[in-house]
């Protein structure tokens, strides 16, 4: 006599949870974040002990990269002659190259490991930190040489692509968007706190004169603390390979072209305006530029980067639920409102009127940054779908590594505006001798953005898939 014995469902073996090699450098292999088992058994201890010393990184890339808008205005009281043409330069080249490395710095994750760049890309912050604390301790430096440590500190602008390369791979997909923001926000307050804490640390205790050379060497240990940290507990990931043809791919879609431009819109302004931000107090209202706290001096500038970086996660958020694109436009509607109402308000010399408008100016291009960042991958899906592409396809795979390639193209694309904002005002002091005209520039430049964005990607379209953005 023969028995069937028809399995059940509690016989049948689960799947084989992903398994991790560990090699020597910390480089561990078989990493899958979308194997729910072995997240949450052991992945997301290590995904998030990476994070937190990646945002760490970022933080201080961000501060070394926009330490010349605080030192700038503190220049003359240290003996240094400038011309306001001068401290333009000074202020905006960090920003144009760091711009520009976060081209290479997209692939160097890839090609040297996460952890082992991490520790490269901090240690390289110790070059611009040092020659700062060294040539402003001499007034009789050439231009050339401030100009030329300037720019050395745009490195710091670079480590945004490849921390956010890096932090991409260790997080499934639903928890990328969480992971993402926090890094980029804990990068975005590194500019407040170099504006919050370089005034206090070199006057506290000064008297009459400026240590101002500790601006540089104050954060040489949390430098060698960072690549410690990054040394002894970040970890490389071998499943991280660098996306070339993604990469090629993605410059040829015409949305990614457009979405930059949205983009230098948003987080241009945030980072242009907050770079410059020391220096337009200073320039309008000398008395508020620094208010007086005990022996030390506090500027009020470090308000616009900390307002700018808290709303971010804000407007990622009402992205989600309202639409990227919609809240986009809301964004540009408010900025271009903000520069019209400082134009109306410049000549009332009111230093609390100046100071609300660009703390609203600063809340709108934070937000505009979450969501036009969270626009990004809903563009190429809606691409996906209209071009009739199955889930799971290939097509659908080279869609989405568009995708990812496009949000590391247009995060550098992006930073050009950190240039672009101070050399507008720049030109409109040496053509009419104040900002009136910039902002008038800006307001039209926002309207501008504001229509792209409606008739694009608010207004239903064939191209999207009739899909809301």
């Given amino acids: 006599m023969t028995t069937t014995v028809t399995p059940s469902t509690t016989d049948t073996p689960a799947p084989p949870r992903s398994t991790l090699t560990r090699r020597p450098g910390r480089w561990i292999d078989g990493w899958n974040a979308e194997d729910a088992a072995f997240w949450m058994a052991e992945g997301r201890g290590i995904a998030r002990r990476n994070l937190g010393w990646s945002i760490f990184a970022e933080f201080l890339g961000f501060i070394i990269w926009q330490l010349w808008s605080i030192v700038v205005v503190m220049l003359p009281a240290a003996g240094f002659d400038l011309t306001s043409s001068q401290s333009f330069w000074l202020i905006s080249l960090p920003s144009l190259v760091g711009a520009t490395l976060r081209f290479p710095y997209t692939f160097m994750v890839a090609i040297f490991g996460g952890r082992n760049w991490t520790i490269v890309s901090a240690g390289l912050l110790l070059i611009p930190a040092v020659l700062l604390g060294i040539v402003v301790s001499n007034p009789d430096t050439p231009f050339g040489v401030l100009l030329l440590v300037a720019a050395l500190g745009g490195v710091g602008g670079g480590n945004f692509a490849s921390s956010m390369a890096n932090i991409t791979y260790f997080f499934p997909q639903k928890e990328k968007g969480w992971a993402l923001g926090l890094n980029a926000a804990g990068g975005n307050l590194g500019t407040s706190v170099a504006q919050f804490a370089v005034p206090i ?269």
């Fill in 201 to 469: 640390v070199v006057t506290a205790g000064a008297g009459a004169a400026l240590n101002i050379s500790l601006a540089g060497w104050m954060w040489i240990p949390l430098i060698l603390v960072a690549m410690f940290g990054a040394w002894r507990y970040m970890d490389n990931l071998s499943s991280a390979k660098a996306d070339f043809a993604g990469s090629a791919a993605a410059l040829r879609e015409p949305h990614l072209w457009i979405m930059a431009v949205l983009y230098i819109g948003t987080f241009g302004s945030f980072i242009g305006f907050a770079s410059v931000f020391p220096k337009l107090i200073a320039d309008q209202f000398p008395a508020f530029s620094t208010i007086q706290v005990g022996q030390a001096a506090v500027s009020l500038a470090f308000l616009g980067a900390l307002v700018g970086s808290l709303a971010r996660p804000y407007g990622g958020r009402l992205a989600d639920r309202f639409g990227g694109a919609r809240v986009t436009v809301c964004a540009f509607a408010v900025m271009a409102l903000g520069a019209l109402t400082l134009v109306w308000t410049l000549p009332l010399q009111s230093f609390p009127v100046f100071l609300a408008v660009f703390l609203v100016l600063f809340a709108a291009t934070g937000m505009g940054n979450g969501s036009t960042y969270r626009m990004i991958p809903s563009i190429f899906a809606a691409r996906s779908v209209a071009k009739g592409y199955q889930a799971g396809s290939i097509e659908a795979t080279r869609m989405t590594r568009k995708s990812a390639a496009a949000l590391g193209l247009i995060s550098a694309i992006g930073a050009y505006g950190g240039f672009l904002v101070p050399q507008v005002l720049n030109a409109s002091q040496l053509a009419t001798g104040g900002y009136t005209a910039a902002f008038i520039g800006f307001v039209a430049a926002y309207v501008v953005l504001l229509l792209v964005t409606l008739l694009v990607y608010v207004v239903p379209r064939a191209s999207l898939a009739q899909q809301r953005i």
